[in-house]
């Protein structure tokens, strides 16, 4: 079961917010779907060296938990424009 404000990763791209899959995400709020669809999630996005740089929203199937057997890595983000 995720919790609030753990640590997530996304499984799926999300390139409308120049995210990857893989990216680490913080859990901010549940939301439920207003016509019964999937739940989804906001999400608010840190960079390397710890500041907030986008808060976005996602399907709850959209992220997973971290686990020990996995290691974190830094990439650049790519600006729009």
């Known amino acids: 079961m995720l919790e609030l404000f753990q640590e997530v990763a996304l499984t799926s791209d999300l390139p409308e917010h ?4 893989g990216d680490v995400a913080t859990l901010v709020d549940f939301v439920p779907h207003p016509s019964g669809g999937e739940d989804g999630c906001v ?4 960079n ?5 740089i986008a808060v976005v929203t996602a399907t709850v199937s959209a992220i997973e938990a971290l ?3 996995e290691i974190l890595t830094v990439r650049s983000l790519a600006l729009a424009g």
């Open 18 to 21: 120049q995210l990857k899959a």
């Open 43 to 46: 999400l608010e996005v840190f």
């Open 48 to 52: 390397a060296v710890g500041e907030s």
């Open 67 to 69: 686990s020990a057997d």
